[in-house]
């Protein structure tokens, strides 16, 4: 059975990479799609850059809005997708040919399956795969265990509840907590076909947020927000700081063996 798949780009200041972006969904295997851009009122030449791909795309659905971070650019364009299943895919990253049949496939076999996604390979500044955690419920609780592309179905996306709009960090990890709450049936495929780029100039959404510190904000807010979910999973602050104590120590423990052995290393050469 054939369904669409909507795939919907959040664009802030991607005009070097957007046509990257999306070279790699218009040359899928699966060819049931539609694309919507929600340009987030960049303020490079990103929208003359995704209007000048419409010249060869005229069906791709191009949205404009002010800067209100990507929770609300992806909201946008999910509300007017008409795809049975939805893919959110940033501006300055790529999808394998075959991403979204082979995660086609796997829902078609499996009936039971809410979430699919794929390993995750980085490129440009760094290579080699981009560790994410195996899920489960209470793992998911302390760090992401999917990229943003994992494929779902839309309708389980508005019985979610969305991105929430008050994240402009974190927020894909805040809502996979609420998704598989809700839909907890994973496959991951153990094959590359999402390329998540690690820029040479440091300066997308998450690399600035880094910069300006407001990473352990949005942290707080998501265990404020799922308090309960946090102590039903033993996760109190207390514990949580005890562990982050104990991977401190180990963490110098380590540092400080690993700068012995240099240190006796330059030291023998000299």
Aim: aromatic fraction near 14%.
């Amino acid at each position: 059975m054939s369904h669409l798949v909507s795939i919907i780009i959040p664009c802030y200041n991607n005009a070097d990479t957007i046509q990257e972006a999306l070279d790699s969904v218009y040359n899928q295997t699966y060819k049931e799609f539609e694309v919507i851009v929600v340009n987030d009122g960049s303020q490079d030449q990103s929208a003359e850059k995704i209007r000048e791909y419409q010249e060869s795309y005229a069906e791709l659905i191009f949205l404009n809005q002010d800067n209100r971070g990507p929770s609300a650019a992806r909201n946008y364009g999910a509300s007017i997708a008409k795809g049975h299943y939805i893919i959110f895919l940033d501006g300055d990253d790529r999808l394998h040919e075959e991403y979204i049949s082979t995660c086609i496939d796997h829902f078609e076999s499996d009936a039971t399956l809410d979430l699919v996604y794929s390993v995750t390979e980085l490129f440009e500044n760094e290579s080699g795969v981009f560790f994410l955690a195996e899920y489960d419920p209470k793992t998911i609780l302390i760090q992401n265990c999917f990229p943003i592309t994992a494929m779902i179905r839309r309708k389980d996306f508005f019985a979610n509840g969305q991105f929430d709009e008050k994240l402009r960090i974190a927020e894909d990890w805040e809502m996979w907590i609420r998704h598989t709450r809700e839909f907890p049936n994973v496959k991951k495929i153990d094959r590359k076909l999402f390329f998540y780029r690690k820029r040479v100039t440091k300066d997308s959404i998450s690399d600035l947020n880094k910069v300006n510190n407001t990473i352990d904000d949005a942290h707080l807010y998501i265990y404020n927000k799922h308090y309960q979910l946090y102590r039903e999973a033993g996760w109190h602050i207390i514990d949580l700081l005890s562990s982050r104590r104990e991977y401190l120590k180990y963490k110098k423990k380590y540092y400080d063996q690993w700068f012995k052995k240099v240190f006796r290393w330059v030291k023998g050469v000299k």
